[in-house]
C-alpha cells in the first residue's frame, strides 16, 4: 500500500511515528471525450484569452479574487510564510471525544496509519487506551499543505485518521429552503412508517451493496467492445496522424540542416552509392 505521509502522533509526551496510507478509492469508470468529427481525444490547454497563447505553468501565479475582476497576488514565498508545516509533520491530539457525539455531515475522508520503524509499541499503546475508553483522538494534521481537523479511531485493529470538516465549512442548516417546520403527517401515517422501517431494519453489511450503475456501464464496455464497436481517431495525409507543433518545427529543423550539410559538402569526382536519408514522422493523437 502507498505511503502517501510520514509523521508522527503525540498526545501528552507521547510520540508515535506513524505512516498514512489513503483508505479510500475512487472506483468511477472515467470516460474520454473525443472530438466527434475525426474521434480524436480533446486536448485541454491553459490559455491566456487577452495574450491568446498556451501558458506553461511557470507562468503561472495564484491570486485571491475579492471582488469582480480584482485580485490579490500571493506568490510562494508569501504562502510558504504563512504554512504551519513542521519539519517532523506532527499530528498532535487536543481533545478525546465520544465517536456518536459527532454528527458524520462533519466527515470527510480516511487515511490508514501504520505504525513507522521504531513505532509498534506506542501505536498499540494507543490502540488498546482508545478502545478500552471507547473514546477517539481529535487532532490537527498537515495534509498537503492546509492544516486539516481530523479524527484519530481504531477500525478494524488499525489506526484511521479521518479529517473532518471545520465547523465554519458546514452550511447553516436554515438556509435550507421549504423545509416544514410542523408535522404533516397524521399519527396513523407515521405508525405505519415506523412499523415499515421495523420490517426493514437488519445488521449493517456492507459487502451486499453494489454499484448497479457502475457494473452495468462495465458491461456494456465490453459489450460494444466484443461486437468491435470501437472507433480509433481519423488519420490523415499518408496514414498518418497529424503532427504536433513541436514534432512540425523539429522536423522543419532536421530538414534544413540536412539541405545545408548537403550544399557546403564538397561535390565528390567520382560517383558514390547514393545514401537514402529517411526521416519518421512523430505521430499524434
Known amino acids: 500500500m502507498h505511503t502517501m505521509w510520514k509523521g508522527t502522533i503525540s498526545f501528552g509526551l507521547v510520540n508515535i511515528p506513524v505512516k498514512m496510507h489513503a483508505a479510500t478509492e475512487n472506483k468511477d469508470v472515467k470516460l474520454r471525450q473525443l472530438h466527434k468529427e475525426c474521434q480524436t481525444p480533446i486536448k ?39 504554512q504551519k508545516e513542521q519539519e517532523d509533520k506532527a499530528v498532535e491530539i487536543v481533545d478525546f471525544v465520544k465517536l456518536e ?24 499503546l494507543l490502540r488498546s487506551a482508545l478502545v478500552d475508553t471507547g473514546k477517539i483522538g481529535i487532532a490537527k494534521m498537515i495534509i498537503r499543505s492546509k492544516e486539516q481537523l481530523a479524527v484519530i479511531r481504531v477500525y478494524q485493529n488499525t489506526l484511521v485518521a479521518e479529517t473532518i470538516h471545520y465547523p465554519d465549512e458546514v452550511r447553516n442548516v436554515a438556509d435550507v429552503p421549504n423545509v416544514p417546520e410542523a408535522a404533516a403527517s397524521s399519527e396513523k401515517e407515521v405508525d405505519t412508517a415506523k412499523m415499515l422501517i421495523e420490517q426493514l431494519t437488519t445488521t449493517f453489511e456492507p459487502e451486499k451493496y453494489t454499484d448497479d450503475y457502475r457494473t452495468a456501464l462495465l458491461e456494456l464496455i465490453e459489450q460494444k467492445k466484443n461486437n468491435e464497436e470501437t472507433t480509433t481517431p481519423i488519420v490523415t495525409g499518408e496514414g498518418k496522424q497529424p503532427a504536433r507543433d513541436g514534432a512540425t518545427n523539429l522536423m522543419d529543423a532536421l530538414q534544413a540542416s540536412l539541405d545545408r550539410a548537403k550544399q557546403e559538402k564538397p561535390k565528390p569526382k567520382q560517383p558514390t552509392k547514393k545514401v537514402k536519408v529517411t526521416t519518421k514522422k512523430k505521430t499524434a493523437t
Open 44 to 82: 485541454y490547454e491553459k490559455v491566456c484569452p487577452v495574450c491568446d497563447k498556451p501558458i506553461e505553468q511557470e507562468e503561472i501565479v495564484k491570486a485571491y479574487e475579492y471582488a469582480k475582476n480584482k485580485f490579490v497576488v500571493l506568490d510562494e514565498e508569501d504562502l510558504s510564510a504563512l
Open 101 to 124: 457525539e459527532i454528527d458524520p455531515i462533519y466527515f470527510e475522508k480516511s487515511y490508514y496509519l501504520s505504525p513507522n520503524e521504531g513505532g509498534s509499541k506506542a501505536y498499540s
